[in-house]
């Protein structure tokens, strides 16, 4: 008869929240980053979702806009997510709030070079953050926030990609 094995239950030594940082310039925020957010909440304690400036982005919506529509997402998960700016390296932000990990969707091999690029400059500027990257759902892999701004732009329906708060906000921006 196989020899029972008994195994010491696992006991963290010391309880620390995990904390992830969700950068993005997100213009506006899709269903594919929610997926990602979600994600993330079954991963970590505590999620921070960052809008973040890339200087090759000009933005549609403004900073107060995305961070509303962003916030909106998220009514009733206020303990486990907050929404942020942040204007210089993304790591020392991330560092500053304790984050351990900084979140990235995976949406396609082609967005992989790219990512690679970040997530490795920012552990060379400081190793302490993690990038985690998580794929997003198969439902949006094919969405991005420009995709979606030029198919409102053009008078088409974005309902179910995005909420409906930024459905009606993309419509209400592009009215004529
Ligand atoms: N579902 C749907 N779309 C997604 C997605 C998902 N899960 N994940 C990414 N996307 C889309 C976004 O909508 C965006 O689309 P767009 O290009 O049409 O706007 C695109 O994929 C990728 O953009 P995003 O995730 O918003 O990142 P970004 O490339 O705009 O921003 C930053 C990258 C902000 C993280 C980076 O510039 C940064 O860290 N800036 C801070 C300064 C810094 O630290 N610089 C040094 C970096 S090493």
């Known amino acids: 008869m196989a020899e029972e094995k008994s195994y010491e239950p696992f006991v963290q ?3 620390s929240e995990k904390i992830a940082v969700y950068p993005g310039t997100f213009d506006p925020i899709t269903m594919g980053h929610i997926d990602i957010v979600n994600r993330s909440l079954e991963i970590f ?3 921070i979702i960052v809008i973040a400036i890339n200087p090759t982005k000009s933005a549609l919506f403004s900073l107060e806009d995305r961070l ?7 009514p009733a998960d206020e303990k486990r997510i907050s ?5 210089g390296l993304l790591v020392d932000y991330a560092y500053k ?4 990990a900084i979140v990235r969707g995976l949406r396609a091999v082609s967005d992989f070079e790219y990512e690679f690029q970040l997530a490795l400059m920012n552990r060379r500027i400081e190793k302490e953050v993690e990038t985690v990257f ?3 759902g198969l439902r949006w892999i094919y969405i991005s ?14 309902s179910g990609l995005v909420p409906d708060h930024v459905c009606e906000n993309l419509r209400q921006k592009f009215m004529t």
Not at 83 to 87: E, F, I, T
Not at 97 to 100: Q, V
Request: proline share 0%; with cysteine.
């Open 13 to 15: 030594d010391k309880v």
């Open 45 to 47: 304690d505590k999620v």
């Open 68 to 74: 509303q529509m962003i916030q909106d997402c998220f």
């Open 83 to 87: 929404v942020d700016h942040a204007d």
């Open 97 to 100: 709030r304790g984050a351990t």
């Open 134 to 136: 998580l794929m997003t």
């Open 145 to 158: 926030s420009s995709i979606i701004k030029d198919v409102a732009r053009h008078g088409g329906d974005t």
